[in-house]
């Protein structure tokens, strides 16, 4: 069964990739909730045919649709993943309302395990500014499960396979060790998801 954090308010914005986890997400709010879908366009290949899934599926729900995309050159400093997370974030908080991403608790795993190799363990925080993140109790099974049963159609990203990302490495390469040195790593991370429960 699904878990939602927090009190989400009736219209909600959902940030929506295409893939399994964000398109459960928009199916799963719909019920209760009134939806426009929010794609951002990394300006790759993928990311261009992933809007032409979004799109099929946003006239399928009869739902709003807001896109964005990349709006500058990417710094000598930054990573390729840290140069479309702060291009995707700085469109999520252009947005007047609120933003739900589907971020699960295998997420929130992999980030503790990435951020404690640099030193302190982090988890994904609930909110960050107007985007929140009420799925983060449930293991990304039970959205793939939902997806299932529901019938919702998705599309996989070609790129979420290829290690040379680092959250890839860490997801395909690592967790299967990290999750035989601690099996019960996930109830660990929960019980401090479940500290950073949203009162709102």
């Known amino acids: 069964m699904i878990k939602l954090q927090g ?4 219209e909600v914005y959902v940030a929506c990739s295409g893939g ?3 398109m459960a997400v928009v199916d799963f709010l719909r019920n209760n ?3 426009t879908v929010v794609f951002f366009d990394h300006g790759t290949v993928t990311s261009r045919e992933a809007l032409n899934h979004v799109s099929v599926q946003v006239k399928k729900y009869d739902c709003g649709f807001i896109y964005g995309k990349i709006g500058r050159a990417k710094r000598d400093d930054e990573s390729q993943e840290e140069y479309w997370r702060n291009e995707r974030y700085k469109f999520f908080h252009s947005i007047n309302g609120t933003v739900v991403t589907g971020h699960h608790l295998d ?6 395990v990435w951020s404690s190799m640099h030193g302190t363990g982090k988890i994904i925080p609930y909110a960050n500014k107007n985007v929140v993140r009420p799925f983060r109790l449930n293991h990304k099974r039970e959205l793939q499960l939902w997806a299932d049963l529901k019938g919702v159609a998705y599309k996989e990203d070609d790129t979420n396979t290829d290690t040379c990302y680092t959250r890839n490495y860490i997801r395909h390469e690592m967790m299967p060790h990290v999750l035989r040195v601690n099996p019960g790593i996930h109830k660990t991370i929960a019980k401090k998801v479940k500290a950073d429960e949203h009162p709102t």
């Open 107 to 112: 997420d929130c795993v992999e980030t503790w």
């Open 33 to 35: 909730h009134d939806v």
């Open 20 to 22: 399994v986890d964000s």
């Open 7 to 10: 009190k989400l308010p009736r």
